[in-house]
Structure formats: C-alpha cells, structure tokens
C-alpha cells in the first residue's frame, strides 16, 4: 500500500496526450464489442486527437460530443479517457448512465474487459484484492469511480466528483422536464474542484432536449474536410451527398460526395482518405468560453461507407420514427417532428378561391335543399362561433367571429341569413360546447329546444366508440338539480372522428365525406380564420413496444375556428337521416321544406 502510494508520487506524469498513451497502452481484446481487435490505434478515429487534447486542456472544463451512432464516441468519448485519468491524472469521477442497467452492461462488456487486456492499466489500477465490476463503484488503486444510472435521482446529488461523465444524455428519463435539472446535479458535483471537467457524449434527440441545447451553447465545431480538387475545406452534410435515384430508392451504392466549391464527385474511398486531413473549425462563439461542442455525423466513421448511408436512408425515409433515428444517429442532428397531415393554408384559400362567395350569404337559391346552423365554443373571455349552411353533400362556411357573452348566442339565432335569390332563412338550430364554464352553458341551454348542449372529448385516448354519445343530465355538475321535469341531452363528441371528417373535406376533396366550402373574409386580420383552421396537425407517436404507430391531433395554434368547424360535422352527424330525407327529395325533384321539424325537439 505505501509502496504504490510511493510510487505513485515519484512516478513522473505520462503526458503524451490521451490519443497517443491509448496507443501505448490500451488493447481491445477479443471480448471487446469492436470490430477492430488488437492494440487501439488513433487512426481509425483522426478526430478524436483534438477532443482528447482538450481532455487534458486545463482551461477547458466542458466537452460536448454530439455524435452520430458508430462512432466510436463511448469508446473513445468516455471509456479510454477513463482509464486515462484513473492511471494517469487520478480523481473521484462518475460515469452516468441513462440507467443501472446499462451502466452495469458497460461496466461488465467494456470497461472490466479493457483493463483485464492492458497489462498497463490492469497493473496500475487493480489491487491484488480484485475490484468488483459488478458492483457501480470501482475501487481502483488510484481512485474511486462511481457508476450511476440516470434513472436513480438519488445518486445524482451524493459525493463529489472532479470528472463527470455522462453518456446518451437525451436517453435519461424525464429529459423533458427534470432531466436539465439531473445533468445540472450532476455537473454541481464538480463545482468545488478548479480542475473540474464534465466531458458529455451522445446521439441528439429532438431541439429542446439537452443534448442539442448543449450543443448550441458550445463553439459548434464541426469537421471540415478538404476537398481532393479545389481544397475546399467544407462539413460533410447529408445534403452534400449525391447519389442517384431509381424510382423512389436511391442507388446506394453509386453515393457520392459533391463538393460545394467545385461540385467534384468525390467517391467513397477518397472521401475517407481526406476525414484524415480534415480539421474541426468552430462555427460558432461559445457562451462559457471552457466549453467546446462538436458534432459529428456517422458518414466520417472510417468503416460507415456512403453506401450504408443511403441503404439505411432507403429504409427510414418513409418511416417517421425511422426517420427521426436517421437524422439522430446518422446525422447527429436533431429532428423536428412533421406533421404527417395538416391542412394546408394555401389549400384553403385555394378552395375560396375556386368557389369565392360573400359573408353572411348563402350561396344557394331557394330551389336547392340546404339547412342553416350555428357551431359555437365557449373560451374564457369569448366564444368564438361559426355559421354554416349544409346541403346534403356540401358544407358552406356562411359566418364566422366571436360573442362576448353566453346570451349572444340568441341573437345568433336570430340571424338572417339571405340565400342567393334574398330570401331570409332561419338558423334552425346551435351547437354549443359546455365543456368550459359548464354551469353557465347549461343554464342557457335548459328549455331551449334549438339549442343542442356538447361536450367535445380531450385526449388521444377514448373509449368511446361511436362517433356520439348521448347522456341524459338533469343536474349541474356541483350535483344541483335543474328542476322538475327539466332535463339535456348532452352530445359527447369522439375525440378525433370529426377532426378526421374536417381534414378530409379539405385534403381529400373528391373522396371525402363532405367537402367544405370558405365565405370571403377568411383574408381578414392577416389571415387570422385560416390559421386558426389549421391550427391542428396530425402527428405521430412514439411507435410502441410493438412497433405500433400511432397518430393524434396536435394544437400549433389558436385552434378556435378548427373546433367549431368539426362541429359542423358532429352536426351533419346528428342530421343524418334529416339529410338523407333532403337527399331523396333533391333526387326527386320535391320540394318540401319542412325536413327538421324534430331535430333538437328533445331538449327541454
Ligand atoms: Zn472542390
């Protein structure tokens, strides 16, 4: 004990740098999950040189490595300068993972088989009482290593550490909301040592996730590589890659890199001969002048050719999560989220555009079969209301704007609407959504037999599986009753059925249920009805563990005018057989005008 002790003090400091004492040092045995067995050699990963030298730059105190997968980054990112400063520089440290499991699985696959392969490292570090791997917390001759998993918070705040290394950062749990302040712990744990480093590798995620935020903060280095014609020194961007497209596949193995000066084919094998001169340039001033970040895509790992790229872009490009992987791991960026169905603005006023009628008209004379109702939501300090004038296969916007209060919607009612000739028609009837202010809304509603009380249905999940659902209520929510004989019929609304009617009226207007059509005025208040039509997008989830895939409706803006205008559907809904009536007399060429005598009859 006092012998190493002794020895450990007169021993004069290896300071060749981490590249260069792995190359001395390390050998990656045959249990090693590497491709690439035998004595570590820094050329298959030139860029590495640099980072590592920053390792050891005392007047940098955070690394930010924000790699692609197949990069070699945990390997050289976080298990040799491990070993490095154990035997070399020795300080507490704590490696963390997103979770024990995976700290436990790199402790046994990787770290324990290096140092039993390094003569160096295994004389240096291990005493003759065996260190326990399986246990997080490395004993080691020269110092204590803690191994922590992301997803036990208490091991986040424990002991300090000089050197902090985190792994898969954006894979913690809770990286969205308590994750920042778990990495910020974790980087508290240095603060009382002046040669404090917090040395960070990962894959992105999305934007907002810590890792790419890291990134941003940093000086944003990324790797230029000279072109081999005009010298050109230019980051490599998936977009600089050319490859030939057969159909909807790309002809992977005919990829190229086109450079930006010269636009210069450069084939695979002489790109990877260039990644050897190639030098990292910051591209950006970090906001804490000790930070450096780097990013990195998979196409400069020497063994990841153009080729694979494109075969695995082949595979993703019409998979959303396959995508997002694609972006993330391939090229180390991060993804933002498409919706894969949104009304499009242009479409809308497209469609006004083709069929342009004013406001408060409609656009129909007094042969056709049409039926004129109100659609109206109620918000804290308005209600935004739409008016419509259905015909048995065509939905027209007529009206559209905002009441102060709930009484409003009688004179709504009161509205006449004019049709093409200048008859007067009657709104027969409103929907009005209670689910906000409910006491207020059902106090209106009672005896009003016009008035159709709903309730539109939150979440991604329902387990409602009609479109509607009808509940008798004869009370406020607060259990009060209405009063004798009093009553509603309140219509509980699918969560997306009519959402999906309503992008499908404008998406796919020859097929869809119901096309709509738009009045003039949608231009007004710069577009301000458009936006809010299209103020909710289809999304998609997380693919589940069983690769199952599924959508919802995302709100991206004021999403006012897209919920009445659902409405309008559940409305067309509940008229269904009111409408078919008027569909048989349109083919029958009958007039008749007393077709929605029933409807709203029950209400009161
Ligand atoms: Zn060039």
Partial sequence: ???????????????????????????????????????????????????????????????????????????????IPVLYYACEDPAPMIIAFPNERL????????????????????????????????????????????????????????????????????????????????????RERTKSFWNKKTIENSTPTVPNAHMWQAFLDGTQHLLHVPCPSCGLEQAVEFEDLDCPLNGTEYISQEAKWKCRGCKTLVADKKF?????????????????????????????????????????????KDISSELQNFVNSWCAKAYTQKPIESMDDNQILQIHKDFPYPKKTIPLDQDAKFIVYATVDVQKSHLPFSVWATTPDKLFLIDFGSLSVIDDVALLKSNAYKDRDGN?????????????????????????????PIKGEQGRLTTMTQPLRVEKIVSMPDGSSFGKGKQLYLHHIHPRFFKDELTDSVNNRESCYCPIYFCDGIHVDD?????????????EEEPDKYGFVATFYKKVYTNDYFDVAQYAYAARHMMHQTLSNLKKQVDNKQGTDNVLKKQGEENG
């Fill in 1 to 79: 004990m006092i012998f190493d002790l002794v020895r450990r003090i007169l021993k004069p400091k290896d300071n060749i740098g981490i590249t260069d004492w792995a190359e001395k040092h390390i050998i990656l045995g045959q249990k090693q999950p590497t491709a690439f067995h035998g004595r570590y050699k820094g050329s298959r990963t030139p860029y590495m040189r640099e980072i590592h030298e920053h390792m050891v730059n005392p007047s940098i105190n955070h690394i930010t490595m924000c790699f692609g997968a197949q990069t070699g980054k945990t390997l050289n990112g976080t298990i």
């Fill in 103 to 186: 700290a436990q699985s790199r402790s046994e696959s990787s770290i324990m088989v290096m140092v039993e392969d390094s003569a160096y490292v295994r004389e240096t570090l291990l005493s003759p009482k065996k260190t326990d791997f399986k246990k997080l917390e490395y004993i080691f001759k020269t110092c204590v290593i803690n191994l922590i998993g992301g997803n036990s918070p208490a091991n986040m705040s424990s002991r300090p550490a000089r050197i902090v290394f985190i792994e898969e950062a954006d894979k913690f749990p809770d990286q969205t909301k308590k994750e920042a302040k778990a990495i910020n712990l974790l």
């Fill in 272 to 316: 990877r001969a260039q990644v050897k001169k190639a030098r990292w340039i910051a591209t950006a001033e970090a906001k804490d002048p000790k930070h450096v970040s780097y990013r990195l895509p998979a196409w400069y790992a020497q063994w990841v050719t153009f080729e694979d790229v494109f075969l695995e872009f082949n595979r993703s």
């Fill in 424 to 452: 007067v028609v009657p709104v027969r009837f409103a929907l009005l959504d209670t689910g906000y202010r409910t006491v207020e809304c059902y106090r209106f509603a009672i005896g009003k037999s016009w008035l159709i």
């Fill in 527 to 539: 577009f301000e009805y458009v936006k809010q039509i299209t103020g909710e997008v289809v999304m």
